[in-house]
């Protein structure tokens, strides 16, 4: 067997039932086969793979916390510190009753690759908790990430581990989180990113992803003799990503016409208000019921009763902004039949390895999450930087740093696709650039 199939079936064999984790293992491992052949042996007796895909280190703490009744609840509290070689361990936290070891791992693994695109000094990390944020009260929030920071912050630090928002972490935890930190450690560094803009918080954060999405999105479309101007798009979620990817879409020109959440989906001809969304979902937290409510031109579905989904809209380009596995094979099928044109992802790991690999057949340009939503982590590595100075930048200069970035992503994999005979394969280029730069750093840096 090859060294990268040996390095799989190890990767399974090790962490049985971990089937997210294999997913993003797989994907990276199959797309570095050209890059592993050409010094096979060497990477083997270095075992430089065993190393890449065992996290340097994953604390599991419980969260015992206390509810508005005075029930004590306890959740599960993870932080995988997957690779420093390149920096300080960064990534999000994510909140939310999915959360396995699995879920983190895989997107602590995905991290690494994404954080070395962005070109900034970061590694890989990850983590979260199965805490649930939707239906608790402000005072339960606060008491839950108080109660995790207790345990966590003795893991890391501005120049160790650098955790910031995902799923179900926004500025209202990283709030509370931040405050927790400071008390502990009687220290105010930046140990986090998204915080407030009162105290350290980057201008731009809050927009970076679904901005960065945008950007790396047309600059694909115009290398490719297009443009997002004037195309319908489809877009699932209505979180972070998802909100500012659609502002974004019709800066740029073009036609949202969906949003969904995790009970149902909106279809909008008019083209989605994007106010009334933030309005619904960033202030009163409320579902999409409650967008069509006040909009005339939108349709509700639900999910679960008519067993669709957004993506079975006629669009140019889709893009998956809500959770891992959300957009499947039949779904790229009928994305296909509809004659979409590219897919971009806006979450981690939304499409699945079937779905990705008939739409990469069938011609739809299509871009991996890695590469599409970094715009999120190097803003949140812009944070950093500020922070380390004790300055604050303004949005200008930090939207033009994360365009600029992202525009660079994009010509960095679509260069390394056609150097390895991959023309156009944005995902093998994704991960073969980001591996060449975090194996580079760890042979560089000896058996550590
Ligand atoms: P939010 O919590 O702000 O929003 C998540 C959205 O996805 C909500 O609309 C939510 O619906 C929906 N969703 C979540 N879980 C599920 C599920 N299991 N099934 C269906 N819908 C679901 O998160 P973000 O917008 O921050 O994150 C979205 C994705 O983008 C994630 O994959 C995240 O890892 C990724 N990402 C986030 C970055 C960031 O900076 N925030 C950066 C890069 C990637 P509901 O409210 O009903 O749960
Ligand atoms: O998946 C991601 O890149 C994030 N959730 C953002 C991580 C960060 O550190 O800003």
Redesign the pocket.
């Given at each position: 067997m090859s060294y990268v199939d040996d390095v799989y079936r190890g990767v399974v064999d090790q962490n049985p039932s971990q089937t997210e984790f294999h997913q993003a293992v797989k994907e990276v491992l199959d797309s570095i086969r050209p890059v592993i052949a050409r010094r096979e042996e060497e990477y083997r007796r270095e075992a430089l793979l065993e190393r890449l895909v065992a996290p340097e280190r994953q604390i599991i703490f419980r969260v015992p916390w206390i509810d508005d009744k005075g029930q004590v609840h306890v959740n599960n509290g993870i932080r995988v510190q997957f690779n420093s070689a390149i920096g300080p361990y960064k990534g999000?936290l994510?909140l939310?009753p999915?959360v396995t070891p699995s879920i983190i791992k895989f997107?602590g693994f995905e991290q690494i690759f994404k954080n070395a695109l962005t070109g900034l000094p970061i590694g890989g990390g990850k983590g979260g908790s199965d805490f649930d944020p939707?239906g608790k009260s402000d005072r339960e929030v606060m008491a839950f990430c108080q109660a995790f920071m207790q345990e966590l912050y003795r893991h890391i630090g501005a120049d160790t581990d650098v955790p910031?928002?995902?799923?179900?972490t926004?500025g209202r935890e990283i709030g509370y989180l931040y405050g927790e930190y400071k008390k502990l450690t009687g220290r105010f560094e930046g140990v986090l990113t998204g915080k407030g803009k009162t105290f350290g918080g980057s201008k731009g954060r809050v927009e970076?992803?679904g901005y960065g999405l945008l950007y790396i999105t047309e600059e694909m479309l115009n290398s490719n003799g297009m443009s997002i101007k004037d195309k319908t798009v489809s877009v699932s979620?209505?979180?972070?990503?998802?909100i500012y990817a659609i502002e974004k879409a019709q800066q740029l020109g073009a036609r949202v016409v969906t949003c969904?959440?995790?009970?149902g989906w909106v279809y909008d001809p008019e083209g989605i208000d994007v106010e009334l969304l933030k309005d619904v979902k960033e202030k009163k937290r409320q579902r999409l019921t409650a967008y069509a409510a006040q909009r005339k031109s939108a349709v509700y579905h639900d999910k679960k009763k008519e067993n669709n989904n957004q993506w079975i809209i006629k669009t140019d380009v889709a893009l998956p902004?809500?959770?891992?596995n959300?957009l499947n094979l039949k779904d790229a099928q009928t994305l296909v039949e509809n004659g979409v044109i590219a897919v971009c992802e806006?979450?981690?790991m939304?499409t699945t390895a079937d779905a990705t690999a008939f739409l990469k057949e069938n011609g739809v340009f299509f871009l991996p999450?890695k590469a599409a939503?970094a715009g999120?982590?190097a803003t949140s590595a812009l944070e950093m930087s500020q922070n380390s100075e004790r300055l604050y930048w303004s949005f200008d200069e930090v939207d033009s740093k994360l365009k600029h970035i992202m525009v660079k992503i994009f010509h960095k994999i679509d260069k390394a696709a056609r150097e390895y005979g991959m023309e156009k394969d944005y995902v093998a280029g994704a991960n073969i650039v980001a591996f060449l730069k975090v194996s580079e750093a760890m042979e560089t840096q000896g058996v550590v």
């Open positions: 999000g994510r939310h999915s997107l939707k910031a928002g995902d799923i179900g926004g970076a992803t979620g209505s979180g972070n990503v998802a969904s959440d995790s009970t902004c809500a959770t891992q959300e806006g979450a981690n939304p999450g939503n999120g982590v």
